[in-house]
């Protein structure tokens, strides 16, 4: 997401791609209740101020919201207590599907990621990392109407100036024709398109990059890696270097993680500091600063200009490594391995998303009412995690999805269809033989997710009973009847 004022950096990176919540439970809040009368009030104070000079009133009435979007005040409030480790992070963001698609990205759009090189100079899997890390290569872009969600964080809450030119500059790109109205829509805070813009990037830095008259980002995917490319060329993007490597730290070296302290090559030379396999350090960087994202004991980055300019896309060092990471792996054009050389200081490693699916599958069967099966593990899926936790004495009851949750809930949960939900090694889950609702069902329906009391030998007189199973938010599992009638 690119936020141009660094003072609302910090508010609103949470919001950038796939949510990454923390694993500790925070309390969501409830969404508030706005007035529609002071919303629309409001809203007639904007159209008459100096920030929307610059709209026409037909502009602002054609797209004024009818009513206010209390789910992004909502968001706007939900800050979770802890952030995910960073090998969490990055499991997600970097796994095996992602690096796949990247390479595919990569040959489908050589010609232009090569002309997209010659004029901005910036390398072609940078931009990939980028637009990967932000939309799955355009696969999610957000659903949420920007007006609507900007019109309600400009009269509610905090931050309500900032978002007032967000909405004004929103405006002014349908005004200008570069976006149809329908294809305005991103995530809650307001970044829209294949790469994420805040509307005023847009306005600074999108370009019209196939020359079609008009700065299409969301469907036009050239405009769309062109603009980030011109958006890390005027942060400082350095042509020819890397953004940096990772490195092994010499026995006995102590540093701390600051990667603004960039020192020359010939100093880390100097200090015993060599690739990760064990390599000289190259000469391909000016300068580079010491990252250290799980500590001395994990995996060690020298750093330079470039990286500082994906960090600037969105203020998170995690972010940009996983930017920096996710473009070495489309450059080799190799998803075999997505780990650094050095291990994470962990037992538990991070999942993939194929793996969270697996989770979520087999929570499904276990009755868990999660909702869907779509690899992202946010606030429904981390209560179910703690509640199966808490219900089968595994300790800590964190909620969290790691490698050991997988092999235990995967190898514990299981539909009687197996063809429904496989785990990611392509072997069917196992029964819960641990399961006492699962012991109360004699007869699974032709629905997963509906169960039927009276086996079908000896059918009751009024028809089959079913029922689905249901975990509340105490934990407590019960069934709930849904059989005609009910």
């Known amino acids: 997401m690119r936020l141009t004022p660094l003072s609302t950096l910090s508010l609103l990176s949470m919001a950038v791609g796939l949510s990454f919540a923390s694993t500790a439970q925070a309390a969501r809040p409830e969404a508030p209740n706005l007035s529609n009368s002071e919303f629309q009030q409001c809203l007639d104070r904007l159209q008459n101020s100096s920030k929307f000079s610059g709209v026409n009133n037909s502009t602002f009435n054609n797209y004024r919201p009818s009513q206010p979007d209390p789910s992004v005040i909502q968001s706007l409030n939900y800050q979770p207590e802890f952030q995910k480790d960073v090998w969490d992070y990055l499991s997600v963001l970097v796994d095996k599907e992602r690096v796949e698609d990247g390479i595919q990205a990569k040959r489908q759009w050589r010609d232009t990621l090569r002309q997209i090189e010659s004029r901005y100079g910036v390398k072609a899997e940078h931009v990939l990392g980028v637009w990967g890390v932000e939309s799955n290569f355009g696969q999610t872009l957000g659903k949420k109407p920007l007006f609507e969600s900007l019109a309600t964080l400009s009269c509610f809450d905090r931050r309500q100036s900032y978002f007032q030119g967000e909405y004004a500059n929103a405006l002014k790109i349908v005004q200008n024709g570069d976006i149809a109205p329908n294809d305005m829509t991103g995530s809650w805070a307001g970044a829209f398109g294949q790469t994420q813009f805040m509307p005023s990037t847009f306005l600074e830095l999108a370009v019209d990059f196939d020359g079609d008259g008009r700065r299409d980002l969301v469907n ?9 490319a011109n958006f890390l060329d005027k942060r400082g993007y350095r042509t020819g270097e890397p953004w940096g490597y990772e490195v092994k730290l010499p026995n006995g070296f102590w540093a701390a993680s600051n990667r603004k302290d960039k020192k020359s090559i010939s100093h880390w030379r100097n200090q015993g500091l060599t ?8 000469s391909d960087l000016s300068s580079a600063g010491l990252l250290l994202p799980a500590g001395m ?12 300019t994906f960090y600037s896309y969105n203020a998170s060092e995690n972010y940009a490594l996983a930017i920096a990471h996710l473009s070495d792996l489309i450059t080799r054009e190799d998803s075999s391995k997505t780990d650094f050389v050095t291990a ?7 999942i993939s998303r194929q793996q969270a699916k697996d989770i979520q599958q087999a929570l499904l069967n276990a009755g868990y009412d999660i909702g869907g099966v779509d690899g992202i593990i946010g606030d429904n899926t981390r209560t179910a995690i703690q509640q199966y936790q808490s219900s ?7 909620g969290r999805a790691g490698q050991k949750f997988h092999r235990a809930i995967v190898g514990n949960t299981a539909p009687s269809n197996p063809q429904f939900g496989q785990p990611s090694n392509g072997q069917p889950l196992n029964p819960a033989s641990a399961d006492r609702m699962g012991q ?13 009391t009276q086996p079908s030998a000896q059918p009751s007189s009024a028809g089959n009973t079913r029922y689905r199973r249901i975990t ?5 599992v019960k069934l709930v009847r849904i059989d005609e009638g009910s």
């Open 440 to 452: 109360l069902i004699q007869q699974q329906t032709s629905n997963p997710n509906t169960y039927s």
């Open 392 to 398: 089968r004495g595994i300790f800590p009851a964190d």
């Open 220 to 228: 036009n995917v050239p405009d769309a890696l062109a603009s980030t």
């Open 297 to 308: 004991e994990g995996p060690a980055f020298l750093v330079g200009k470039n990286f500082d």
């Open 472 to 476: 509340g938010a105490d934990g407590v």
């Open 275 to 282: 690739l990760a396999n064990g390599s000289t350090l190259p």
């Open 344 to 350: 994470w200081p962990t037992d538990d490693p991070g």
